[in-house]
């Protein structure tokens, strides 16, 4: 198995075409290994040269509530009343620790975004 790091984009096309071509490979085959380091070798180049932000904790449950099929109303046992509600979507008031709690432990959201800090609607208009 001649497996190396990738340092450039020729590499990296490479590692991504074989990877398609062994995306069919047999469980426990010497290919299915060979997917699995090459797998993790193009993630590694890829964390390196397109590293990607953690999104804002408010899109990141947006986009839980969308993809899931979540209404604001299937947050309040997470987050409080509706009016509550509202004002964390709206970015009027911040996620408490309590409420990125029950986010993490109901929803499975990774608390590390949920903790970051994200600017408040008054800070956005005052910007």
Same mark, same amino acid.
Request: glycine share 4%.
């Given at each position: 198995?001649?497996?190396?790091?990738?340092?450039?984009?020729?590499?990296?096309?490479?590692? /991504?075409?074989?990877?398609?071509?062994?995306?069919?490979?047999?469980?426990?085959?010497?290919?299915?290994?060979?997917?699995?380091?090459?797998?993790?070798?193009?993630?590694?180049?890829?964390?390196?040269?397109?590293?990607?932000?953690?999104?804002?904790?408010?899109?990141?449950?947006?986009?839980?509530?969308?993809?899931?099929?979540?209404?604001?109303?299937?947050?309040?046992?997470?987050?409080?009343?509706?009016?509550?509600?509202?004002?964390?979507?709206?970015?009027?008031?911040?996620?408490?620790?309590?409420?990125?709690?029950?986010?993490?432990?109901?929803?499975?959201?990774?608390?590390?975004?949920?903790?970051?800090?994200?600017?408040?609607?008054?800070? /956005?208009?005052?910007?």
């Amino acid at each position: 198995m001649d497996i190396r790091t990738i340092h450039n984009k020729k590499e990296y096309k490479a590692a /991504l075409d074989e990877i398609e071509q062994l995306w069919s490979a047999p469980a426990k085959s010497a290919e299915a290994d060979r997917l699995d380091v090459l797998t993790l070798l193009v993630e590694h180049y890829e964390k390196t040269h397109f590293p990607m932000a953690d999104p804002d904790p408010i899109a990141l449950i947006e986009h839980v509530m969308e993809s899931r099929g979540l209404t604001r109303k299937d947050l309040q046992p997470m987050i409080g009343p509706r009016g509550r509600v509202a004002d964390i979507l709206n970015k009027t008031r911040p996620l408490t620790l309590e409420m990125i709690r029950r986010l993490v432990a109901q929803l499975g959201l990774p608390a590390d975004v949920l903790v970051k800090p994200y600017p408040l609607r008054e800070e /956005l208009l005052a910007a």
